[in-house]
């Protein structure tokens, strides 16, 4: 399938139908366009946009369109060729906003906030801009060698997806279970084990 010459409409059609590829097609156009908006925001709001704040932000816009089993998306009406476009940067817009009152309204204790264990820190670094070509040939080479070592799994293409999604895009697991309609635990599960084997067999 040539996705580049895929509309949205169709991609999205399908995202709704769990197609691990038709995902990551979905971030690759738009991922960009969520940052920027949220930068925009960001900055009107008085707030510095750091490599980090906009990951943030970009999960939490993807959160928004997952959020019951996609409703946004189901509900999308394609009034014009821009109309995914116009509902990715109202979500990113709304999101960053949302997260900027909670900033303002409720004071966070440092202190208490759990660190990632170490055995994940490898591959949950946080993502910003001067690494950010590092951390995706790390990615593919990792993809790549982990394919070898699973490709004659059943659910190896769905597998892959996932660990490219929660590495690469920081897609949450809750957030994968929907899209995926897994058990949560299998999903953690199935991140978890695909960390092991690229720490084992690929770094």
Known sequence: MNWQELSDQRLIELCLEANADAWVELL?????????????????????????LLEDRISDCLIRILDKD??????????HGGSLRGLLQKSAITATQDWIRKEHSQKRDKDKEVPLPDEDHA??????VATSVNHKILLEQLEKCLEQLIRDEPDCIRDLAIFRLFYGSRVAA???????KMNLR?????????????RSHCL
């Open 28 to 52: 690759r156009r738009y991922k960009r366009l969520i940052a920027k908006t949220s930068a925009r925001t960001l900055r009107i709001l008085g707030t510095a946009p750091t490599a980090s």
């Open 70 to 79: 996609c409703r946004a998306l189901r509900e999308l009406k394609w009034l």
């Open 123 to 128: 591959l949950s670094s946080s993502y910003n």
């Open 174 to 180: 809750p957030d994968l279970a929907m899209v995926y």
């Open 186 to 198: 299998k999903v953690e599960n199935t991140v978890a084990r695909l960390a092991r084997l690229a």
